[in-house]
């Protein structure tokens, strides 16, 4: 069984970092696609950054040169290096696995699994 453990969320100012973890279990599939979805009360989930089994990335517009998305060697852990966080950042953090390649605009209809979510404030 797949199982997905996301932690590393917190509070913090505008400007500040935060890193976050997704340990992923019970999967062996040599294609997949890794992501991180923002959940904001009211808006849809937002794809914010993915990462396939080659280490190819794609990033939302709004984190560009801010947000890193890496994975470790053995695929057990997906990384979000948050860096320069703004106020628009702030909302749940879920992590979520694809058994096929990543795709742009696909959405959330891509994942296969999702984690429980860790939750991200950056404040003014």
């Known amino acids: 069984q797949v199982q997905l453990m996301e932690s590393g969320g917190g509070s913090v100012q505008a400007g500040g970092s935060l890193r976050l973890s997704c340990v992923a279990s019970g999967y062996t599939y040599s294609r997949y696609c890794m992501a991180w979805f923002r959940q904001t009360p009211g808006k849809e989930r937002e794809e914010v950054a993915s990462?396939?089994?080659?280490?190819?990335?794609i990033y939302a517009d709004s984190v560009k040169g801010r947000f890193i998305i890496s994975k470790s060697n053995d695929r057990d852990t997906l990384y979000l290096q948050m860096n320069n966080l703004k106020p628009e950042d702030s909302g749940t953090y879920l992590c979520?696995?694809?058994?096929?390649?990543?795709?742009?605009?696909?959405?959330?209809?891509?994942?296969?699994?999702w984690g429980q979510g860790t939750q991200v404030t950056v404040s003014s």
């Open positions: 979520a696995l694809s058994h096929k390649y990543c795709d742009t605009g696909a959405g959330q209809g891509l994942y296969n699994y």
């Open positions: 990462i396939d089994g080659d280490g190819a990335t």
